[in-house]
Structures are given as structure tokens and as C-alpha cells.
């Protein structure tokens, strides 16, 4: 019995540490809904309208709304690449991602056109229908987001819509709009518990024009509070953009239940933030009316934490706005220069690697000038900074200077050098894989840490997710799950080659269900699809550590605790609200209704979109055509290393098993495995130069030749 217990013990913690990753990842309580709190629910839209519109001046009525209401930034996501006004409001009607604009993209929206068949001529108040609306639907239900249009307007028994727009999101599926009007009357206010009111659009970035464009929806916006009637939620939304510049909007909700505070939904569990797809499902929670299926929507509430000065809140939000605004084009740019630089460094390592071993025999050649090689070394090592760099660099204000791109590259080459220093500095004296295990460690820290302190560096960051593409709001993002991963296994790997082989796969278990945790628990990275990848990675990773091949055994464990630990993530998921959930709780929920095809489609699309458009995708072929004709090759050293370091050979393994699933599963391609590259493979180089300078060292055994390579 003894004898057993101390051959499985490290296997049996090991597998305890899966199980605590696993508790770890106990669903939040479901957020407290909005209490019926109104008799009337009026939702005030104005096209392109954004917080650098509102100020105490030009729009008073706006600015009055935000001092006693809640607000936040609306994202105005649809199912559209550039969300037209259109297809905002039918966004709104429908609860979930919908098209309106027929026709191509093109980098301005083309005006609004509606047509609208009136019941009474134009008498307000009359009844209208929209002749279009079942060549809409079926449009809508076409796309795999499965959008129905109308079914705001079912939820309620009388919907009032006060211009074109508003009849887009008010009309039913069969294109009936219960009471209509071309332009504001009191008496319709309170004619329907439900009124939706078009106030025109804000367009262009002519700040002249657009003040203009603001006081006259502020003016409609002051007509509409002045005749609200008792008991009423009014809500003002800048509904969409109306260009290819995506921007962040303006969301107030002013009335009972919303007297300050910022707004917040659990579709994006981030203070400050909505989306357009929320606000259906808050008008029939307020008017306390059945609740369809939103899928990724939520009612809107308020939410403390907003400062007492109105203008200090707004100039968060304008702030934000412009963070975001310049995010896409400035994390485009760095991530293409990163892609460059690496391939470049790659090749330029080449002659060094094949020059690195040193003979134990008489020289034949000269060698490379050690300052060279400490140069190459201190280069690679800045490489795999690059991108946790440009995660830190968002402490400092960047996209507030005059160049924003100059700005950031900038602070991520100063937070580069002073990493790199530090790293070099450190590790100088040491071997092989000090410098790997290092990195990646510090890499994924600065990401824990970011989570642990509600990531607000990946929020519009460059190496984070934007809130105007709308697929992320809180937790881990894409690239911060990379470099988590990358610091689990390959950190792992570092602190496990210092203990004896069988006690490593309990180390690998160990900082594989920390990750676990940091990545999936619904309070920190909220990402259970990411949760899942790490398992399968870290169980591969766990049976490969003690060395040897990965026989048929040691799969079928790694496969049997990867599927135990996984459907434990997949089962505490479906225990999430809907909005909450990840794609993996989402694929099962639409398995068991018959509809995980349009879930199944979706990801597809995106994955073939990402691996298209992703200057990753470039990155991770290079890695892998350096990796087969360079680091393979005899003189390469990754096979030298790999046999030495074993724990090394395992972590790579699961970074790459954990990296891809993760891709394929959220629908990103190859952006975990491009993220994971970019700090990884530079100091994979790192090490191979390192072994290979070693590998005619006289030494007596294998194991004082490890002592050697890791002192």
C-alpha cells in the first residue's frame, strides 16, 4: 500500500489540483433583475450621438438627463459590419444582432429610407405597417445569429413609434406598428406603455455640424421630457453609427429605478457599459412584461461607483470613447510591426545558431564574439516582452495625445527596455531556460493582474478587446489568454524541471489550475471556453513531464482527466445566465433546442474571417516554417533541448493542444496560438542558443549535465 501510494501520489494531487481549478469556478448568483418600476418605458433614439456631443451648453436637456439618470456607454453592435441607423433600430426591436441596410458596406451609411403604409392618413396616432418588414425577417432569419425582428413589440401589448426609425424597432413580424406619428404629440406619450421616438441623427465630424445636429435632437429631447407622463423611464440612446469610424455612444436612462449611478447589464459585467441589444430586454423588465429569449442580452441597471460630478462622468465615457475609437487602427499597426520585427530577428538568428555549438576538440573556425550572441540574446528576449509591454503601456493615457500611435509605441518601447533590462540583468549568469521560465511567468502576472484588478488594461487596450466590437467586456480577451497560457505551461515547466520527475506533473497541475481559475472564474477572467482549452493543455502537458514518450497510457489518462475536468467546466457553465455564458455552455444549451448549427456556423464564419484578416495568422505560419526548416534541423538546437529539458517539450505541447482549441472553440483562429507565439518561440530561440552552446560539455551524467544547463 505504501509502495502505491508513493508511485501514484504526485498523480492523485495532481488530479486534486484539477478538481480545486474546478471549484474555483462556481457561476456567480445571477444579477438581481430590474424591478417593475414604470407604468411607461419611452426610448428616445438619435443616430451617431456620442458623449462628445453632450455638455451643459448645446444640449441641456441631454445634460439634465445625465445629472439625475444613469449612464454609460452604448455599444452599437449588430449584425452588420457598420451599424446603420437602420439596422440600430432594428437591433433594438429585436433584442439581438439584426440587419436592416440592404446592400453592400460602404464607409458611410446611406440615409434611412422606410417605407411606411398609413392606416388614417396623417392622422397621429393611426395605425401604420411596413410593407418590407417580412422580406426583413426573413433576411434576419437567415443569419445565424437568429434574430426576430418584432419581438420587442410582442412583449407588449401597444407600442407607439414617433418617426421612421422608431418604426423600424416598434413594428411586429408581420409589419404591423400599433400607433404612429411622423413627429412628436404630447398625447401620444402616454397612448402605449411602450413609445419609441426617432429624433433625427448625428452625423460626420464636422464639430460645427454636429453641435448644430445636437441641439435640434436636444431640442425633440426637451419637448419629450416636458410631456412625459408620471411614472416614466426615459432612455436616450445614440443607436448607431452612421460610418466606418465605430464609436462608443450615449446611454441615459432617467426615471425610477435610474436616479444616478452608471449603467451596467450582466451581458457585459462592466460598470459604465450596455449594449443596444440590452435595451429590449430593460423596457419589459421595467414594465414588468414576459421575457422572450435575448440571447446575449440583459436588462440594464444602475450601478454605484459613478463620480458625483457630472462632468467628470462624462468625460470618463468621451474618454473611453476615444480610446476606443483609435484601439483598432493602433493595435492593427503594432501587431503587423510585431509580426515583422519577430520574422526578421528569426532569420537574423539563423547564422548564429548554426554557428553556436563550440567543439570540445580544436577549433577549425572562429566563434561568434560573445557580445554578439549577448546582443542576439538581450534582442529575443525584448521580442517576447513586446506584447505584455503594450498590455502595461495603457496605464499611461496615450490615446489622449496629439499622435496616439507614436505615443504608444513610444511608452511600449520604454516599458520594453526597462523588462528587458531587468531580465537580462537577472538571468546573465544562468542557463538554457532561466530566461524562459522568467518571461513567461512575468507575461502572465501582468495579465493576472490586470484581471485580478477588474482589467481595466485590457478594456479598449491594444493588446486587449474593444467594447465598440462588442465581443468582450470584462475578464481575460484574446491576446491575455495567450499570454496566460504561455506563463502556465511554459512557467510551469521552468519551476517543474527543478524537482524530481515524478513530482512534475504535480507542479504542471499545479500552476496549470491556478490558471484555470485566473482564466475561468466568472469573478476574474470569465472565460470557461479558455478554461476548458487550458485543461486539455495542462493534461497533456502533465503526462508528457516526467519525460519519454507520450504512449498510449499516458494519452488515455491525459484524455480521461482532460474530458473529467472539462465537462466539470462545461456543467458549472449551463449553471450561468445566458448572457453569461461561453460558447461552450451556449454550443450544449443549442444542442439540446435543436439550434447549435447557427452557434456552430457562427464560430465557423469567424474563425475563417480571423485567419484571413489576423496579421497573427502570418506569425504562427512563420513560427511554424521556422520551427520545421530552422530550430529541427541538426544544428537548430530545439531537439537537443527538448531532450534535455522534458517539462520544456511537454509545456510547448500544451501550449499548442490549449492555444488552437481555444482558437477554434471562441471563434479566433490562430490569435491565442499567434499570442502565445509572439512571447513564446523568441525564447524557445533563446534556449536553443543556449544548449547549443553547451552541448560538447564534458559531463559525467544526464543528470549533473541538467544541473549544468539550468545553473
Known amino acids: 500500500m505504501r509502495q502505491w501510494l508513493h508511485r501514484f501520489a504526485p498523480a492523485l494531487l495532481a488530479l486534486l489540483a484539477g478538481l480545486l481549478g474546478v471549484a474555483g469556478l462556481i457561476p456567480r448568483p445571477a444579477a438581481t433583475p430590474a424591478k417593475p418600476a414604470a407604468d411607461y418605458v419611452i426610448i ?12 451643459a451648453t448645446d444640449t441641456p436637456a441631454m445634460w439634465q438627463m445625465a445629472q439625475g439618470g444613469a449612464i454609460g456607454a452604448l455599444s452599437v453592435r449588430s449584425a452588420r459590419r457598420i451599424t446603420c441607423a437602420g439596422d440600430g433600430w432594428l437591433t433594438l426591436g429585436a433584442g439581438n444582432l439584426a440587419v436592416y441596410t440592404p446592400g453592400a458596406v460602404t464607409p ?3 440615409e434611412l429610407e422606410v417605407p411606411i403604409t398609413r392606416d388614417g392618413g396623417t392622422r397621429p396616432g393611426s395605425g401604420a405597417t411596413l410593407p418590407d418588414q417580412s422580406e426583413t425577417v426573413s433576411r434576419n432569419r437567415n443569419l445565424h445569429w437568429g434574430a426576430q425582428p418584432g419581438a420587442l413589440a410582442e412583449g ?8 421612421p426609425g422608431a418604426a423600424i424597432a416598434a413594428a411586429r413580424p408581420y409589419g404591423r406598428v400599433d400607433k404612429y406619428a411622423e413627429s412628436l404629440d404630447d398625447s401620444l406619450l402616454d397612448a402605449c406603455a411602450l413609445t419609441l421616438v426617432d429624433v433625427g441623427e448625428i452625423a460626420g465630424n464636422d464639430p460645427v455640424a454636429r453641435a448644430a445636429d445636437a441641439r435640434h435632437a436636444d431640442a425633440a429631447l426637451a419637448n419629450v421630457l416636458a410631456a412625459r407622463p408620471e411614472h416614466s423611464v426615459v432612455v436616450l440612446a445614440g443607436l448607431s453609427d452612421l460610418d466606418a469610424t465605430s464609436r462608443l455612444h450615449v446611454a441615459i436612462a432617467q426615471g425610477p429605478g435610474y436616479t444616478g449611478g452608471w449603467l451596467t447589464s450582466p451581458s457585459t459585467s462592466r460598470p459604465g457599459y450596455i449594449q443596444v441589444v440590452d435595451l429590449a430586454p430593460t423596457a419589459l423588465a421595467l414594465l414588468d412584461r414576459p421575457m422572450p429569449v435575448f440571447a446575449g442580452a440583459a436588462a440594464a441597471t444602475s ?3 459613478r463620480p458625483a460630478d457630472v462632468t467628470a462622468a462624462v468625460n470618463r465615457l468621451a474618454d473611453a470613447d476615444r480610446e476606443a475609437s483609435v484601439q483598432r487602427r493602433v493595435g492593427t499597426n503594432f501587431f503587423q ?3 515583422v520585427a519577430q520574422l526578421l530577428l528569426f532569420l537574423a538568428v539563423v547564422p548564429l545558431l548554426r554557428r553556436a555549438r563550440r567543439p570540445a576538440g580544436p577549433q577549425t573556425r572562429r566563434p561568434v564574439p560573445r557580445t554578439v550572441v549577448r546582443a542576439a540574446e538581450v534582442l529575443l528576449i525584448a521580442a517576447s516582452l513586446a506584447v505584455p509591454a503594450a498590455l502595461v503601456a495603457d496605464l499611461l493615457p496615450w490615446w489622449r495625445w496629439p499622435h496616439p500611435g507614436l505615443a504608444f509605441g513610444g511608452i511600449t518601447l520604454a516599458v520594453m527596455g526597462f523588462a528587458t533590462f531587468a531580465i537580462a540583468f537577472l ?15 512575468v507575461a502572465a502576472l501582468a495579465v493576472a493582474f490586470d484581471v485580478l484588478t477588474g482589467s481595466r488594461l485590457q478594456l479598449n487596450g491594444v493588446a486587449g478587446y474593444s467594447a465598440v466590437v462588442g465581443g468582450r467586456y470584462a475578464g481575460v480577451g484574446v491576446i491575455g489568454l495567450g499570454l496566460l497560457v504561455t506563463g502556465a505551461l511554459l512557467g510551469g515547466a521552468a519551476l517543474a524541471q527543478r524537482f524530481e520527475r515524478r513530482w512534475r506533473p504535480f507542479v504542471m497541475a499545479v500552476i496549470g489550475a491556478v490558471g484555470m481559475v485566473v482564466i475561468g472564474s466568472p469573478y476574474l477572467g470569465a472565460d470557461a471556453s479558455g478554461a476548458v482549452a487550458l485543461t486539455a493543455g495542462v493534461c497533456v502537458a502533465a503526462a508528457m513531464a516526467v519525460g519519454g514518450w507520450l504512449t498510449i497510457t499516458r494519452l488515455v489518462w491525459a484524455a480521461a482527466a482532460a474530458l473529467f475536468v472539462g465537462s466539470g467546466f462545461a456543467i458549472l457553465d449551463l449553471f450561468r445566465p445566458e448572457e453569461q455564458r461561453s460558447s461552450v455552455g451556449r454550443l450544449l444549451v443549442r444542442t439540446k433546442d435543436g439550434t447549435a448549427g447557427f452557434i456552430a456556423r457562427r464560430i465557423a464564419e469567424a474563425d475563417v474571417v480571423t485567419t484571413v484578416t489576423s496579421p497573427l495568422t502570418a506569425l504562427v505560419l512563420g513560427c511554424l516554417l521556422y520551427a520545421t526548416f530552422v530550430l529541427l534541423r541538426d544544428w537548430g538546437g530545439l531537439r537537443r533541448l527538448l531532450g534535455v529539458f522534458s517539462p520544456v517539450r511537454a509545456a510547448l505541447t500544451g501550449l499548442v493542444v490549449a492555444c488552437l482549441l481555444a482558437g477554434v472553440v471562441e471563434g479566433v483562429s490562430f490569435n491565442v496560438l499567434g499570442a502565445a507565439l509572439a512571447t513564446a518561440l523568441p525564447l524557445v530561440v533563446l534556449s536553443c542558443l543556449r544548449v547549443l552552446e553547451h552541448a560538447d560539455d564534458r559531463t559525467p551524467a544526464p543528470r549533473v549535465a541538467e544541473e549544468t544547463l539550468e545553473s
Open 156 to 163: 407588449v401589448r401597444c407600442t407607439t413609434a414617433i418617426g
Open 44 to 55: 428616445v433614439g438619435v443616430a451617431g450621438l456620442r458623449w462628445d456631443d453632450v455638455n
Open 427 to 441: 538571468t546573465r549568469r544562468s542557463r538554457a531556460i532561466a530566461p524562459l521560465g522568467g518571461v513567461a511567468a
Open 337 to 339: 510591426t510585431l509580426v
Open 108 to 110: 458611410v451609411c446611406p
Open 303 to 305: 450601478d454605484s461607483g
